[in-house]
């Protein structure tokens, strides 16, 4: 009777059996080589910005005398093409520098494993724009959900996978924010350029940029130009207004121009007078309130008693 013949058994490499699975993972994950900068291509929708101002000029110096310290961090595309992950301030310099070849850590990952990494990268950075945070946080944000979708991801964090869990809850933990004001940021993307430029200014603040996020876009475009007639940007408050009469049907470049004309809080006139002149008239837990009230009506006799003084309270010679 013929013998069944015998399957072959692969049996490990001598590598493979004295080396951690982190160290075959990592060898198998990224490697480092010079490649030459017109082979790399820039991260698609890289919401953070490359400016070639005096801080470049001095980074593309230094690249020039000592070369680029912190390698790029690149992955493959096929073809001997590749996507920069992290480095984008870098390479401009490499190349305003005149280099033709970068140093790069080449690893292999997915599209949403690039984005959390293209991220927090560039989240170290000291100066970031409202914008840019706002698109930065998106982006990973989303990939962040795709990632809680699948099963079948390795790269994703477990709690990315837990039941019940959202992303955003997960994000705020790691970013050190808290999901309120991921929240507000993200909104920021919802606005139109003119309007996220003044956000990036510093003319428009974060709460009233949210409120106004909700208008539609030609109803922003009416902020916009409210804005350039009035000289002055939406509060808080007045923001909050337009939200209203727009989701009530009511909003109109009249409206929005007549909204922009009302005197904000921290327009008025102010009258301080130091506490200390006064305090005896007070008790020490009078609120703010109850003196303001106190003086006015204190003021309202004085000029009672300074009428009938002068006969001009019903009480003079006829």
């Not at 493959?76 to 401009?92: E, Q």
């Not at 698109?135 to 790269?155: I, N, P, V």
């Not at 996020?213 to 940007?233: F, H, K, M, N, P």
Request: aromatic share 4%.
């Amino acid at each position: 009777m013929a013998r069944k013949k015998m399957a072959a058994i692969e049996l490990p490499s001598v590598d493979s059996l004295f080396s951690s699975q982190e160290e075959r993972e990592a060898s198998r994950a990224e490697r480092v080589a010079n490649i030459p900068l017109d082979a790399i291509e820039p991260f698609p929708g890289h919401p953070f910005r490359v400016v070639d101002d005096e801080e470049m000029e001095q980074l593309a110096d230094s690249v020039a005398a000592c070369g680029i310290l912190v390698p790029l961090t690149v992955r493959p595309l096929g073809a001997n093409r590749y996507g920069l992950v992290s480095g984008h301030r870098r390479k401009r310099a490499a190349e305003l520098a005149g280099l033709a070849e970068a140093p790069c850590v080449v690893r292999d990952m997915g599209d949403d494993e690039a984005v959390i990494a293209m991220v927090d990268s560039n989240l170290q950075r000291e100066a970031i724009l409202p914008s840019e945070r706002a698109f930065a946080y998106s982006m990973r944000l989303e990939a962040m959900k795709r990632q809680g979708q699948r099963t079948d991801l390795t790269c994703a964090p477990p709690e990315h996978k837990l039941v019940g869990r959202r992303s955003r809850d997960i994000l705020a933990e790691e970013l050190g924010q808290s999901k309120e004001q991921i929240r507000r940021y993200i909104r920021l993307t919802f606005l139109i350029p003119d309007l996220l430029s003044l956000v990036d200014e510093g003319a428009i603040k974060l709460r009233p940029a949210v409120e106004l996020s909700y208008l539609a876009g030609d109803q922003q475009r009416w902020v916009a130009e409210a804005i350039g007639v009035q000289a002055c940007t939406p509060s808080h408050a007045q923001a909050i207004k337009m939200r209203r009469f727009s989701e009530e049907g009511r909003l109109s470049a009249a409206v929005v121009l007549s909204i922009m004309e009302e005197e904000k809080p921290n327009q008025v006139e102010q009258f301080k007078m130091p506490k200390a002149r006064i305090a005896r008239f007070f008790s020490p837990s009078a609120t703010k309130d109850e003196i303001e009230g106190r003086i006015v009506r204190a003021l309202e006799l004085l000029e009672r008693a300074e009428r009938r003084r002068d006969g001009l309270d019903g009480g003079g010679a006829s």
